[in-house]
């Protein structure tokens, strides 16, 4: 073990939420019931959080959004749009969630912890830089990659998406930069209706947005299949001085809102190869932030394997199992069409 494990967490973050909606505080309040009666989290150090500053969020998002939040949550809250509420201390939860991540990464960045996992909400990954929808106001890893590239000195930035949807906003945030790699697994087609293999980047950009579309249905084996074969090889290729990761566990097996079928156990086996990258590649800087997942005992336990992993720990056997034992669709197709779009194809 290289160092202390971080996390971030405010009670806050509790305060964003609307009657009825997935994306809603029992989901933060099962992963820290969970995290304390299990002990681990005595075993981690708390990052002291911080709130965003309107130059932090600049980094990434336009004025305008910023005020809208702002001004909606400062009137008594609304919609942003359909499945995005903005409740009255949405803003100041926002700006804490960001601000969270921000403090983590400075804390990886300096040494003070060797990885951490940020349990904020509101999420952040389909945030773009001009609109807030799909659950996120700001798009919190965007923002620290962002702040990791112009203030911190660093030059590559790998950003890891296992939330079971695309993260547009992020993909957006970056598409013609290059100085971030951004990788994501998803189910297609399905919300927000980006991802498609070929959305590969431009200009500056061209190559460092790296799509797995993956039909319905794909479990444990197709997951550790596209990690396996594409992540590795394009994190290694590119070199990353840090990993960020955009964790939502609404690919797993009981989760309500999507059709994926992974494990506790297999986000696990994704974690454990992600740290084992870090530490291969960036002396085992990783920093993961919370996004979706709405199976509450599904997401505890999820983000508690996750923990474990970086932690070195072996799997806790969680109480949903392996799941349903159904052969998952080819994935052949995909993967081949991602390699070939990104020069990984052997011969
Ligand atoms: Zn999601």
Known sequence: ?????????????????????????ARLQAIMAH???????????????????????????????????????????????????????????????????????DAVLDGAVSSAFCLVRPPGHHATPERAMGFCLFNNVAVAAAHALERRGLERVAIVDFDVHHGNGTQDTFYRDGRVLYFSTHQYPFYPGSGYWAETG??????AI?????????????????YGEVCAPVLRRFRPQIILVSAGFD?????????MLVSTRGYYEIATLLRDLAEELCEGRILYALEGGYDLTALAWSVRACIDALLGNPFA???????????????DT?????????????G
């Not at 809250?77 to 100041?92: F, H, I, K, N």
């Not at 056997?317 to 994935?331: K, M, N, Q, T």
Request: hydrophobic share 40%; aromatic share 6%.
């Open 1 to 25: 073990m290289a160092g202390p494990v971080g996390y971030v967490y405010d009670p806050l973050y509790l305060e964003h939420g609307a009657a009825g909606h997935p994306e809603n505080p």
């Open 35 to 105: 995290l304390e009666e299990s002990g681990l989290l005595a075993r981690l150090r708390r990052v002291e959080v911080r709130d965003a500053a309107p130059e932090d969020l600049a980094l990434v998002h336009g004025p305008e959004l910023v005020e809208a939040v702002r001004s909606m949550a400062a009137e008594g809250g609304g919609w942003q749009d359909a499945d995005t509420y903005v409740a009255p201390r949405s803003y100041e939860a926002a700006l804490r969630a960001a601000g969270g991540v921000l403090a983590a990464a």
């Open 202 to 207: 431009e200009g500056p950009g061209a190559g």
């Open 210 to 226: 790296v799509n797995v579309p993956l039909p319905r249905g794909c479990g444990d084996s197709e997951y550790l299949r596209a």
């Open 251 to 259: 690919a797993h097996f009981a989760d309500p809102l999507a059709q």
């Open 317 to 331: 056997e969680d109480p949903l199992g392996a799941g349903p034992r159904v052969p998952g669709p080819s994935i």
């Open 334 to 346: 995909i993967v081949d069409a991602v390699k070939r779009a990104h020069g990984l194809s052997e």
